[in-house]
């Protein structure tokens, strides 16, 4: 696989490697022949392509969650990057290749991710809200470590899920530092639990789409159910399980961003604002990662189709 990835390919560059399918949709062109719309991935980032004058069984084998080789040359369209394909095979077993080998991961390890989550845990000293949590975070511990956290926008590679609720984590202790009257325990187990609902809407790991459920109910309700269900099998009631659940079912803030109900208590406002800065900032040091200073990002949708400006200045500055 090319060491550079196609994130450092340039407008008019060759490419000739591996990618990851991530999605492949049919389409008809306006002199009517069929072509596919390819979305490509590897552990740099993603490029739409497009194959044109496509067979049936070009479309039959390339399908999500396949490999291919692909030899074409990157062009704009409409502001953005697009890889013409000039040659596509799929990949064999000789090649040597695995979709692991394409897929982005967060920049945290799994074990680092683990041992934040669990210290979180073990600070908690509400009963009934660390029992909660604990047993949802033992029952999904395999899922929660490699699941991205969208489909697209933000934390959306292996393990984003987890690295967003670290980082999550991590602003919720500055918060209470500066906001003692916050209830920590309500806001970690509220931070810990409200997209785990994601493990059910999402379909996997590498080539993530969103499941029946998924599209039919939203992480959310299911989380908010799931939630009661767990409280009852562990012989707890009360208070904190209905502010649980408004916790995950407010955390988007408002019905048009997708939450039933906006945040009533000050935990659950918290908790909204906490999961948007990360989530923003996440979608813009990437977005900033793949431009030089003194350039524009694309737009980015999820960002008000806003294009974000990078400094010149700040190409003086190391960390």
Same mark, same amino acid.
């Given at each position: 696989?090319n060491?550079?990835?196609?994130?450092h390919?340039?407008?008019?560059?060759?490419?000739?490697?591996?990618?990851?399918?991530?999605?492949?949709?049919?389409?008809?062109?306006?002199?009517?022949?069929?072509?596919?719309?390819?979305?490509?991935?590897d552990?740099?980032?993603?490029?739409?392509?497009?194959?044109?004058?496509?067979?049936?069984?070009?479309?039959?084998t390339f399908v999500?969650?396949?490999?291919?080789?692909?030899?074409?040359?990157?062009n704009q369209?409409?502001?953005?990057?697009?890889?013409?394909?000039?040659?596509?095979?799929?990949?064999?077993?000789?090649?040597g290749?695995?979709?692991?080998?394409?897929?982005?991961?967060?920049?945290?390890?799994?074990?680092?991710?683990?041992?934040?989550?669990?210290?979180a845990?073990?600070?908690?000293?509400?009963?009934?809200?660390?029992?909660?949590?604990?047993?949802?975070?033992k029952?999904?511990?395999?899922?929660l470590l490699?699941?991205?956290?969208?489909v697209?926008?933000?934390h959306?590679?292996?393990?984003?899920?987890?690295?967003?609720?670290?980082?999550?984590l991590?602003?919720?202790?500055?918060?209470?530092?500066?906001?003692?009257e916050?209830?920590?325990?309500?806001?970690?187990?509220?931070?810990?639990?409200?997209?785990?609902?994601k493990?059910?809407?999402?379909?996997g790991?590498?080539?993530?789409?969103?499941?029946?459920e998924?599209?039919?109910?939203?992480?959310?309700?299911?989380?908010?159910?799931?939630?009661?269900?767990?409280?009852?099998?562990?012989?707890i009631?009360?208070?904190?399980?209905?502010?649980?659940?408004?916790?995950?079912?407010s955390?988007?803030?408002?019905?048009?961003?997708?939450?039933?109900?906006?945040?009533?208590?000050?935990?659950?406002?918290?908790?909204?604002?906490i999961?948007?800065?990360?989530?923003?900032? %996440?979608m813009? %040091?990437?977005?900033?990662?793949?431009?030089q200073?003194g350039?524009?990002?694309?737009?980015?949708?999820?960002?008000?189709?806003?294009?974000?400006?990078?400094?010149?200045?700040?190409?003086?500055?190391?960390?």
């Amino acid at each position: 696989m090319n060491q550079k990835g196609i994130r450092h390919h340039q407008i008019g560059d060759t490419f000739d490697d591996f990618m990851l399918i991530k999605s492949a949709t049919k389409g008809v062109a306006s002199n009517g022949k069929p072509f596919l719309t390819l979305i490509l991935r590897d552990q740099t980032g993603e490029i739409e392509a497009k194959l044109w004058e496509a067979t049936k069984e070009d479309e039959q084998t390339f399908v999500a969650e396949e490999l291919a080789r692909i030899f074409g040359e990157v062009n704009q369209f409409r502001g953005k990057p697009q890889l013409k394909i000039q040659s596509i095979r799929p990949a064999q077993t000789t090649d040597g290749v695995k979709p692991s080998d394409f897929v982005e991961k967060a920049p945290v390890s799994e074990e680092d991710l683990m041992e934040r989550i669990t210290e979180a845990i073990f600070e908690m000293k509400n009963p009934n809200l660390q029992r909660i949590t604990r047993q949802f975070v033992k029952v999904y511990q395999e899922a929660l470590l490699t699941y991205p956290a969208a489909v697209k926008n933000h934390h959306e590679y292996v393990s984003g899920l987890a690295h967003h609720i670290v980082s999550m984590l991590n602003l919720a202790k500055q918060f209470k530092a500066l906001y003692p009257e916050l209830d920590q325990d309500l806001l970690y187990a509220g931070i810990i639990l409200h997209d785990l609902g994601k493990l059910k809407e999402l379909s996997g790991v590498t080539a993530p789409s969103y499941t029946l459920e998924g599209k039919l109910i939203g992480h959310i309700p299911m989380m908010v159910e799931e939630i009661g269900t767990v409280a009852k099998e562990l012989g707890i009631e009360g208070e904190e399980v209905t502010m649980l659940q408004h916790m995950v079912l407010s955390h988007h803030g408002k019905a048009e961003w997708g939450s039933p109900k906006p945040p009533l208590l000050r935990e659950a406002e918290m908790l909204h604002l906490i999961d948007l800065i990360d989530a923003k900032m %996440n979608m813009l %040091n990437r977005a900033l990662d793949k431009v030089q200073p003194g350039e524009f990002t694309e737009r980015m949708f999820a960002m008000d189709n806003r294009s974000f400006y990078k400094p010149l200045f700040t190409d003086h500055y190391t960390d």
